[in-house]
């Protein structure tokens, strides 16, 4: 496990410093959100089914619209981020929406210093994994906090769009993990006109890896799927091909670019 880089120091202040533009962008529409608008997408939507009732452990949350999503649906949601100002801003909006979420503010590392339920369902989606250097210890922890017949819903982007450059004219990284990617930018997907700068640390992460670690934990796979666009328009010179489905201009349907899990604890 590489951390010789204090990871979780350059990403909390990484992800403070965005929360703002992105709280306040049309991207993540906090309006229509308030307003009612749910947030999942179809594909998690099929995956997670029925689940009014049911304890969710949403991982890596953002400012909670998931989070806050799933318990609209009737689940009993817990919301988990690294960013305190996320986390902030996630407690604000259970406000605005009436809502009855619970918000952790800690390294997803650390969750176990925080919680001791366990929960009919964890959810994580969409850019998550990539900010972790230790995929055998991440699964450990879903499994740690799942009942026995509990399921994992996992949905992120394929790890085949992370090896493209940001204009996907070639490739710039493995497809496997190699070790940190320490990097900068001066943009954030949520808005790209904003003023923001800022440094990260990220991991690679293939399928594979993925799959195993949690077989390894005790999680049974249930369903893998993949998808040859993206729910949002998040990534440089995309094209919509229908509402809400986005793919990269120049190469159509040619590459996967997310790809969903549901494991079991057996």
Not at 8 to 37: L, M
Not at 62 to 89: E, M, N, P, W, Y
Not at 140 to 152: A, C, D, E, M, N
Not at 228 to 252: A, L, Q, V, W
Request: proline residues 3%.
């Amino acid at each position: 496990m590489e951390e010789t880089v204090d990871y979780i120091e350059i990403n909390k202040a990484s992800w403070n410093n965005r929360t703002e533009v992105h709280f306040d962008s049309e991207f993540y529409d906090n309006e229509g959100f308030i307003k009612g608008k749910s947030s999942l997408n179809e594909i998690e939507l099929k995956l997670l089914g029925e689940i009014k009732g049911k304890s969710v452990l949403h991982l890596q949350c953002h400012f909670g619209q998931d989070t806050i999503s799933l318990s609209r649906l009737g689940a009993k949601a817990t919301g988990v981020d690294l960013s305190d100002k996320a986390i902030q801003k996630a407690k604000e909006l259970n406000s605005l929406t009436n809502s009855d979420c619970k918000f952790i503010c800690c390294n997803v590392y650390d969750i176990p210093h925080f919680l001791e339920e366990e929960f009919d369902i964890v959810y994580t989606s969409y850019g998550v994994i990539g900010w972790l250097p230790d995929l055998n210890k991440w699964a450990s922890l879903i499994s740690q906090f799942l009942k026995p017949g509990g399921k994992l819903v996992f949905v992120e982007f394929h790890p085949v769009v992370w090896m493209f450059d940001d204009d996907f004219q070639k490739v710039h990284y493995n497809y496997l993990k190699s070790g940190p990617i320490r990097e900068s930018e001066s943009v954030t997907y949520a808005d790209r006109e904003a003023a923001i700068n800022q440094e990260f640390v990220t991991w690679n992460h293939g399928i594979g890896e993925v799959v195993n670690n949690l077989i390894e934990q005790g999680l049974e796979i249930k369903g893998l799927d993949e998808f040859d666009y993206s729910p949002y328009n998040c990534f440089n010179h995309t094209t919509e091909f229908e509402p809400n489905k986005f793919r990269i201009k120049h190469m159509g349907n040619k590459i996967p670019m997310v790809y969903a899990i549901v494991a079991e604890k057996k």
